[in-house]
C-alpha cells in the first residue's frame, strides 16, 4: 500500500465516506486515469505546436501578446 502525504489521505477518505468510491484503489485508480488524460492532453497539444512552427504558423511574441490582449479586452501597458 502507499503511503500518501496527511492532506492527501484525509482526502482519500472524505472521498470514500461520501459514497463517491468505493475503497481506496478506487479513489487512486481514478487519480491516475485523470493524471494519464492530463498528460495525453498536453503531448497532444506540444504536438500541434511543433505542426505549427514546422508549417510557418508562427508570429512574433509581440504580436501574440497585442493578439491576446486585445481578445480578452485588457488594456496597453502605458
Known sequence: ???LAGDLEQFV????SSGRFPNR???VAHALRLLQRD???AVVGIRLGLDDV???RVQPLRD???DLRHELEVPRDE
Open 1 to 3: 500500500m502507499t503511503v
Open 13 to 16: 477518505q472524505q472521498e470514500i
Open 25 to 27: 484503489e478506487s479513489v
Open 39 to 41: 498528460r495525453d492532453e
Open 54 to 56: 514546422a508549417a510557418g
Open 64 to 66: 501574440a501578446m497585442a
